[in-house]
């Protein structure tokens, strides 16, 4: 390779046989890849727009509402963004859409907006588990824990009362920039540098 040509993709087929070079190339050509992230979100929050799963509302009009609710109570952008996608996870994983949503979200967001999403299909339960025949103090065995009360407000002042069809919730497209900022940057990785 000429010296300023970069190399445009990896040349290995095997991880063992690779090279920073190659590592580069991926960076550079996943580059457009990430930057679509928040557009991926998007068109997922529309899929739940397809369905009502037999509530009043469907589930793209009740993520609009928790999160109209929590920005008209004066909540910071990455709460309601969270707020927003709480149930995103509801499209590939019904049975835990919770931690799904959370683990989407993970690396933009606080560890205390973290667990609330994590946590949130348990604590919900409060509200309706005893007429499924479940334990609705499932969420109990977190007492004590730093963030059980902020997630328990986050169910009870905005994630249980939205299946209104009758509230005015804000639009989508006004939320779609508050999805770029809150994900344009990840705020923490899985990774650790070798010299942190």
């Given at each position: 390779m000429a010296d300023g040509e970069m190399q445009m993709k990896a040349n290995f087929h095997a991880m063992t046989e690779?090279?920073?070079?190659?590592?580069?190339?991926?960076?550079?050509?996943?580059?457009?890849?990430?930057?679509?992230?928040p557009n991926r979100?998007?068109?997922?929050?529309?899929?739940?727009?397809?369905?009502?799963?037999?509530?009043?509302?469907?589930?793209?009009?009740?993520?609009?509402?928790?999160?109209?609710?929590?920005?008209?109570?004066?909540?910071?952008?990455?709460?309601?963004?969270?707020?927003?996608?709480?149930?995103?996870?509801?499209?590939?994983?019904?049975?835990?859409?919770?931690?799904?949503?959370?683990?989407?979200?993970?690396?933009?967001?606080?560890?205390?907006?973290?667990?609330?999403?994590?946590?949130?299909?348990?604590f919900q339960g409060y509200y309706f588990f005893h007429h499924l025949g479940l334990d609705r103090d499932m969420?109990?065995?977190?007492?004590?824990?730093?963030?059980?009360?902020y997630t328990a407000q986050f169910c009870h002042l905005y994630d249980q009362n939205s299946f209104d069809p009758a509230y005015e919730s804000m639009p989508l497209s006004a939320f779609e920039p508050m999805i770029h900022r809150v994900t344009a940057q990840p705020k923490r990785s899985i990774y650790r540098r070798k010299d942190a």
């Open positions: 690779s090279t920073a070079e190659d590592w580069a190339a991926i960076g550079r050509a996943g580059a457009p890849f990430h930057r679509e992230f979100l998007i068109a997922h929050l529309n899929m739940l727009g397809e369905d009502s799963g037999g509530f009043a509302v469907t589930r793209l009009e009740h993520s609009l509402q928790t999160a109209t609710r929590a920005h008209r109570d004066g909540r910071d952008e990455e709460y309601v963004v969270c707020a927003l996608l709480h149930d995103v996870g509801d499209i590939l994983a019904p049975s835990n859409h919770a931690e799904l949503g959370a683990m989407i979200l993970k690396p933009y967001i606080s560890e205390q907006n973290y667990w609330m999403m994590d946590k949130h299909g348990i969420r109990d065995e977190f007492r004590g824990h730093p963030w059980f009360e």
